[in-house]
């Protein structure tokens, strides 16, 4: 293995993406980020001797193939915008596949709970079942990284995540959360927040992703779920989140009407209606196979974690 050629990350700016880069830099091993604006990396990671940082486009599979030589990791970060996935994800895939291939690379994927429509709980050999068009999309990334394994010359560890929150996840759903917390300003959420919900503290994710890499049991294609913490009521998980930025709790839902009155109007709106299902029910992840291989792994604590996400939104988000 030559250790200066280690892993590639693409969407190393986005959210799983950073988190990822940040806990595979505190090893000390070297990492070679794909991103679309430079500065946004170093503002993300600083000055690193260990991260090597590409300006380009992941569609590019000349540029993705490249810097993918003689790396031993490729992780799959990229995400488009809602409105944009069909198409593109498939064309992204389809790049990291062809690089991972060249180099008999192992080809790391964030997974999340789209494929499964309404089953719940989600176990790593449950039959995907998706009732949107993003889960569609979803399922069929899934089948384009078991074919590659299948016809041979890279490997696949997908890890499967349900919403996540943390530093740098500023996504429409958790930004009118931790931002407006700390503003004193009504934190959002969408049809339901008397249902418990699962949630993943980012930098857990990553740190997990790093702790399987290296593990030498996983087959060729290795599913794994993380559910994270499942908190008793979304209600209840903004309300210690307010109490930590010191402000008044004020929490407004969004109802379902609202969306569907929205959605012919707002594209991002009729992309939300499509998963609207997700906010009316409690979609749960089995994580027991998780907890059986790494049994002193700990989710960090809901209060840390609130924490130390309102401590990132006032350097960045509020500065």
């Given at each position: 293995m030559d250790a200066n050629s280690y892993c590639l990350v693409l969407g190393a700016t986005g959210s799983i993406g950073s988190a990822f880069v940040t806990k595979l830099l505190e090893t000390g091993r070297p990492v070679?980020?794909?991103?679309?604006?430079?500065?946004?990396?170093?503002?993300?990671?600083?000055?690193?001797?260990?991260?090597?940082?590409?300006?380009?486009?992941?569609?590019?599979?000349?540029?993705?193939?490249?810097?993918?030589?003689?790396?031993?990791?490729?992780?799959?970060g990229?995400?488009?915008?809602?409105?944009?996935?069909?198409?593109?994800?498939?064309?992204?895939t389809?790049?990291?596949i062809n690089a991972a291939r060249e180099n008999k690379a192992t080809i790391l994927f964030p997974g999340n709970v789209y494929n499964y429509g309404m089953t719940s709980p989600i176990y790593e050999d449950s039959k995907p079942a998706p009732i949107t068009k993003k889960g569609r999309i979803r399922v069929e990334l899934e089948?384009?990284?078991?074919?590659?394994?299948?016809?041979?010359?890279?490997?696949?560890?997908?890890?499967?995540?349900?919403?996540?929150?943390?530093?740098?996840?500023?996504?429409?759903?958790?930004?009118?959360?931790?931002?407006?917390?700390?503003?004193?300003?009504?934190m959002?959420?969408?049809?339901?927040?008397?249902?418990?919900?699962?949630?993943?503290?980012?930098?857990d994710a990553g740190e997990l992703f790093v702790r399987l890499m290296y593990r030498e049991d996983l087959a060729n294609y290795e599913e794994i779920n993380f559910g994270g913490i499942t908190v008793s009521s979304v209600e209840h998980w903004l309300r210690k989140i307010a109490e930590l930025a010191g402000t008044q709790p004020k929490i407004k839902t969004i109802s379902k009407l609202a969306i569907t009155i929205l959605s012919p109007f707002v594209p991002i709106v009729r992309e939300i209606k499509e998963m609207a299902y997700l906010f009316e029910n409690n979609i749960q992840?089995?994580?027991?196979?998780?907890?059986?291989?790494?049994?002193?792994?700990?989710?960090?604590p809901m209060?840390?974690?609130?924490?130390?996400?309102?401590?990132?939104?006032?350097?960045?988000?509020?500065?």
């Open positions: 070679t980020a794909l991103v679309r604006k430079r500065e946004k990396a170093l503002n993300l990671f600083g000055e690193n001797p260990k991260l090597e940082v590409a300006e380009g486009d992941a569609l590019d599979s000349r540029l993705v193939s490249k810097l993918a030589k003689g790396k031993n990791f490729i992780f799959h990229i995400n488009f915008p809602y409105d944009k996935w069909e198409g593109n994800m498939e064309n992204a389809r790049n990291v089948l384009m990284l078991k074919d590659a394994v299948i016809e041979g010359g890279c490997r696949v560890l997908l890890l499967r995540l349900p919403d996540f929150f943390g530093p740098n996840v500023t996504n429409g759903l958790m930004m009118p959360i931790f931002k407006n917390a700390l503003e004193g300003k009504p959002k959420w969408l049809i339901r927040t008397d249902i418990p919900h699962q949630l993943v503290y980012i930098l992840l089995n994580d027991d196979k998780l907890r059986g291989m790494l049994p002193h792994f700990k989710p960090t209060q840390d974690a609130n924490r130390e996400t309102l401590d990132w939104f006032k350097k960045h988000v509020l500065a």
